[in-house]
Structures are given as structure tokens and as C-alpha cells.
């Protein structure tokens, strides 16, 4: 199984700075013949289901805003809020889809500071 | 809009059966492979299964720590996805929810509770 491993676990971060999350893939995600990393990334907020921000590693959802964006490729990526906001306070997680069993990182957890 | 709403959640013994549902609406159910996952209380998310449209088989596939105990279906006619899970353990006491498509997920519904508890 491919593992996912998220730093930092916590991170607090002022208003309007920038908040920058690291995920590692104990594999490459990077599918050779189409060059797309098969990579996620997600938001989740108390008592609610995650809701996806990110995929193919750096397309962001519609309807996501744009301060947040993803980079990388092949086993590190990070996920970017270039501002942020009180309403992006939420556990984040990256997910590979790469290979069943597709695998979450352990989650960080996002906060004022 | 779409819409995914998990129900049969609950308390249930060690050992014992539950079935859980995912009703969808708002896409067209049968061209859409259905996921579940699952989330034990303040922790992370783990991947359980998913199972292919009937237009790819509608083939299954498992986490090696449900393999062989939980079993996914589908009722296209009714857009209903089901977990069938058998001989329940204290470990499987987490929130489960389920999604459309197997790569990422765009849409998750709100999940359902099962605890696993004598």
C-alpha cells in the first residue's frame, strides 16, 4: 500500500499569512503515460463530510477559491492558502489514487493563530 | 443537485450484521461508480471499498481490513449503493460515508454512525 504522510500535523497560521501543507507518497504517483499525479487533496470541518479542493494534484474544484492551489509531483506535493480566511480553520488531507487501496495522509489540522 | 444520503447506522454487537444505504439522486446513478469510506471517531479517513458501474462490470474492490466480511452492491433502478457488513468488530465503530467515483471524490454524503458494542 502506498503511505501517505502529512506535516505538519497542526499548524497555526495569522489571518491574511499563508498556510503550507506537505504531503509525501512513500511511491510515485505519477502515472508514466498521461503525466497526471493521481493525488487529492480535501477539507474537512467538524461534523462535516470532506469536500474536495484538489485533484489531479493541482486542478482545483469549481467553486473553490483561488487562494488555495496544489503543487508538486511524484511523491511531494503541497497544498497552499496563499491568505487565510476564518472559514478555512478545517482538517486537510491528500489522497492518492494511484492504487487501490487509494490511502489518506493522517490529516493536518488548521487553526488561527 | 446531487445528493447522497446514508441511512442504517446505529449500535450493534460484536459479531452482528448491518447493512448500511447510500440513496442518490441528482446524476445519473448507473454511469457513476460508488465509493465508501469510513472515519473512526477523531480520526482519519480510510478508504473501505467501491464498486464499478454495470457499463465496467460493476466489479468490486476492498480494504484488506474488510475483505471477505463487508460487501458492496448496487440497485440501479432504486440509485441505491448498499455496505453489507458481516461479522462486526469493535474497530469498525466509525462514521461511514459514501461518494461518487473511485479516484477522487466530488460528492460525499453527510455519512451515517455505526458502533460496534456489546
Known amino acids: 500500500d502506498i503511505v501517505m504522510t502529512q506535516s505538519p500535523d497542526s499548524l497555526a497560521v495569522s489571518l491574511g499569512e499563508r498556510a503550507t501543507i506537505i504531503c509525501k507518497s512513500s511511491q510515485s504517483v505519477l502515472y508514466s503515460s498521461n503525466n497526471k499525479n493521481y493525488l487529492a487533496w480535501y477539507q474537512q470541518k467538524p461534523g462535516q463530510p470532506p469536500k474536495l479542493l484538489i485533484n489531479?494534484?493541482?486542478t482545483r474544484e469549481s467553486g473553490v477559491p483561488d487562494r488555495f492551489s496544489g503543487s508538486g509531483s511524484g511523491t511531494d506535493f503541497t497544498l497552499t492558502i496563499s491568505s487565510l480566511q476564518a472559514e478555512d480553520v478545517a482538517v486537510y488531507y491528500c489522497?492518492?489514487?494511484?492504487?487501490?487501496?487509494?490511502?489518506f495522509g493522517q490529516g493536518t489540522k488548521l487553526e488561527i493563530k | 443537485e446531487v445528493q447522497l444520503v446514508e441511512s442504517g447506522g446505529g449500535l450493534v454487537q460484536p459479531g452482528r450484521s448491518l447493512r448500511l444505504s447510500c440513496t442518490a439522486s441528482?446524476?445519473?446513478?448507473?454511469?457513476?461508480?460508488m465509493s465508501w469510506f469510513r472515519q473512526p471517531p477523531g480520526r482519519g479517513l480510510e478508504w473501505v471499498g467501491f464498486i464499478r458501474s454495470k457499463a465496467y462490470g460493476g466489479t468490486t474492490e476492498y480494504a484488506a481490513s474488510v475483505k471477505g466480511r463487508f460487501t458492496i452492491s448496487r440497485d440501479d433502478s432504486k440509485s441505491i449503493a448498499y455496505l453489507q457488513m458481516n461479522g462486526l468488530k469493535t474497530e469498525d465503530t466509525a462514521v461511514y460515508y459514501c461518494?461518487?467515483?473511485?479516484?477522487?471524490?466530488?460528492?460525499w454524503g453527510q455519512g451515517t454512525l455505526v458502533t460496534v458494542s456489546s
Open positions: 489531479w494534484a493541482s
Open positions: 441528482g446524476f445519473t446513478f448507473g454511469d457513476s461508480a
Open positions: 461518494g461518487t467515483g473511485y479516484y477522487w471524490i466530488t460528492y
Open positions: 489522497q492518492q489514487y494511484y492504487s487501490t487501496p487509494s490511502t
